[in-house]
């Protein structure tokens, strides 16, 4: 998904905005300016993201978190801007390339424009995830509306829902008409060749449900955790936590599926439980225990 001035230079035009001709001004470190997009009035939304998706493709915006972990290369970016008079108003990331893009959303005069860099990383140490000890809803929850004291649904996704608890929250999606998950009843009987490929195949599989949950649980919410967006699909921060191979193979000789496959599960310094889960039939959930 390379992405080139040109391009953008002509999206400008067919979203009725003019290009930016001095980028230079905001940009720092070592990335690299890909282009702009300016508008004579604030970007609808609708316009807006239809910018985005021309730009970054098949690829997943995912949005910054100022408060979250802070990734060197982008703030190099982003520094200059926070410190000036003209901070952005949004911020977005997309990793599904060969280096990473930036999107900042700035005013500019009556409107605004949205300035597109190339990363060559993203470069975090990782850190031990965290659950941000105060919540509110009207933030954490926005994209969601309340339909009870204790239940939000998604906007846009009825299916996908969040229950609040006494000491914790649960994030529920469900889509029928997904495809089950067999079991492989007689793994233990293949032959190593065929284990290694039978693995494989589960590892993908599961690979898929956890991005899935992502998008659905990490990346419709605001500042629940530490993590950026994008850690949490990076090994060097999920790998320990992810449910090993060892413990994949274990299932698949006993040849019973439990009632709920758990992907990724840890316990944050202050002991809160962070829980990913499916079914393998079209429903999943996250938990959050403890706080």
């Not at 035009?13 to 282009?35: E, F, H, I, L, N």
């Not at 998706?53 to 690829?59: E, I, K, L, N, P």
């Not at 999107?103 to 605004?112: F, H, I, Q, S, T």
Request: hydrophobic content about 40%; aromatic content about 12%.
């Amino acid at each position: 998904m390379k992405v080139f001035s040109a391009f953008l230079l002509s999206l400008a035009v067919a979203v009725c905005a003019a290009p930016v001709k001095k980028t230079a001004q905001y940009t720092a470190g070592s990335a690299k300016v890909m282009g702009a997009v300016e508008s004579k009035v604030p970007f609808s939304g609708d316009r807006l993201f239809g910018v985005l998706d021309s730009v970054g493709g098949t690829g997943t915006w995912m949005e910054w978190d100022i408060n979250g972990v802070k990734d060197p290369s982008l703030m190099d970016v982003l520094n200059p801007m926070l410190s000036g008079a003209n901070k952005p108003e949004m911020v977005w990331v997309v990793t599904e390339r060969s280096k990473p893009l930036v999107a900042v959303l700035l005013p500019k005069g009556n409107g605004e424009v949205i300035l597109f860099y190339e990363l060559n990383s993203l470069n975090a140490k990782p850190e031990p995830l965290s659950v941000n000890p105060v919540l509110s809803p009207d933030v954490v929850l926005r994209d969601y509306r309340q339909i009870s004291e204790t239940e939000f649904v998604h906007r846009d996704r009825e299916n996908l829902k969040v229950k609040l608890m006494p000491k914790g929250m649960s994030f529920t999606y469900e889509k029928r008409g997904e495809d089950p998950l067999r079991m492989e009843r007689d793994y233990a009987s293949k032959t190593f060749a065929e284990k290694q490929s039978i693995l494989r195949d589960y590892e993908d599989y599961f690979k898929y449900e956890y991005s899935l949950m992502l998008r659905a649980f990490v990346q419709s919410t605001r500042g629940i955790f530490n993590w950026q967006a994008w850690h949490w699909y990076m090994p060097e921060w999920n790998a320990k936590f992810l449910m090993s191979r060892r413990e994949l193979e274990a299932i698949l000789v006993r040849g019973v599926a439990p009632s709920m496959w758990t992907l990724f599960k840890t316990k944050t310094a202050r002991g809160e439980t962070v829980e990913f889960k499916c079914n393998g039939n079209g429903f999943w959930e996250l938990d959050v225990i403890g706080f």
